[in-house]
């Protein structure tokens, strides 16, 4: 069956006058003490702790001396660490700019000469400690950049950790300090694979993910899986936001396998997972052993690829499509999918 095109610019228009800031705030409100970013190791962040890390971490880049508008890279993998970071650049009115864990030095130094960020935020992948010390090179060679700051342990000399600042805030150990909300920016840049740099309008986005309650059946007691590098930032902003507006687990890996995939998935709620559409047989391939999908949120990256038909063999009740269109900043709309093969097939039987 055709899906249908949700248009981005009518999408655009009809946008929640809602943002991250607020969606992180309502949830926190509601239901303070439910699981919201899990980690591959199953320890998980409420949404009490995502909001006040959030804030905290907004309050903390202002008091540095970062102000509401300054460029911030982030060059993190899909961690919770990575979420909590992006709602707090939100938060406090900075620009993100995600960047992938392995940046070359070049593509690096082009970013920084031409967007002037102040800061770079960076998490090492595993024990490595390659992603830091590119961030650390990458900042001493720039002109702008003020600030480096990571996770550790472990960190250069010159690094600010943000790791044991997130524990005591988990611990309810240190005394929060919030800044004053800003008004969120309208868009992040990112760098996508193949040297590309985006600009991505966040109003879309939201407004498609506010309707995934809808066209992908998700609920609260939902889990989104987003087995997502930070190199497909659309993926990783699309299961932050849908994960607040349906107050459901969002599960990040960086590393998808099956076994972290089945580790991931719980056979007693309904699953969703966010995945990059050019990789279509291979999500079919890790999750053909798993229980059906209630949906499969695909990440698109044009019109081309969007009217790609998903593999046949994928299983999943709803096929939604998120797709960026290049050209300028980025725009970002729905593809909907009446039905999926899995739910002909149900549907036939």
Do not use: Y
Request: aromatic fraction near 4%.
């Amino acid at each position: 069956m055709t899906p249908k095109i949700a248009s981005a610019d009518d999408r655009a228009l009809a946008a929640p006058s809602v943002n991250l800031t607020l969606l992180l705030a309502m949830q926190a409100a509601m239901q303070p003490r439910k699981p919201f970013l899990v980690r591959a190791d199953g320890k998980a962040w409420t949404f009490q702790e995502t909001d006040i890390a959030a804030a905290h971490l907004a309050w903390l880049l202002n008091q540095l001396g970062v102000a509401k508008g300054d460029r911030v890279i982030l060059m993190a993998p899909n961690s919770d660490r990575a979420a909590i970071t992006l709602a707090g650049l939100l938060r406090g009115g900075f620009q993100p700019f995600l960047a992938p864990t392995d940046l070359p030095f070049a593509d690096g130094f082009a970013i920084t000469t031409n967007t002037r960020p102040t800061a770079v935020i960076a998490e090492n992948v595993g024990a490595s400690g390659a992603t830091i010390e590119a961030a650390a090179r990458l900042a001493a060679a720039s002109a702008s950049v003020r600030f480096v700051l990571g996770f550790g342990p472990g960190l250069p000399k010159g690094v600010m950790d943000l790791s044991p600042r997130l524990e005591r805030i988990r611990d309810g150990a240190i005394d929060v300090q919030r800044a004053d909300d800003a008004v969120e920016t309208a868009t992040l840049m990112a760098a996508l694979p193949g040297g590309e740099i985006a600009e991505i309008a966040l109003a879309p986005l939201l407004a498609t993910c506010a309707d995934l309650g809808s066209t992908a059946s998700l609920r609260s007691g939902d889990r989104i899986v987003s087995p997502l590098p930070l190199r497909d930032p659309v993926g990783l902003a699309a299961g932050l936001f849908a994960g607040l507006f349906a107050g459901s687990e969002l599960a990040l890996l960086d590393a998808p396998d099956r076994r972290a995939l089945a580790a991931a998935f719980d056979t007693q709620r309904a699953c969703h997972l966010v995945w990059p559409a050019a990789h279509d047989h291979l999500a079919a391939e890790l999750l053909k052993d798993q229980p059906p999908l209630r949906s499969l949120i695909r990440r698109c990256r044009d019109l081309d690829e969007e009217q790609q038909n998903a593999a046949p063999d994928l299983r999943a009740e709803h096929i939604v499509n998120i797709a960026t269109r290049p050209g300028g900043a980025l725009r970002v709309g729905a593809l909907r999918s009446e039905a999926s093969p899995l739910r002909q097939t149900r549907a036939a039987s």
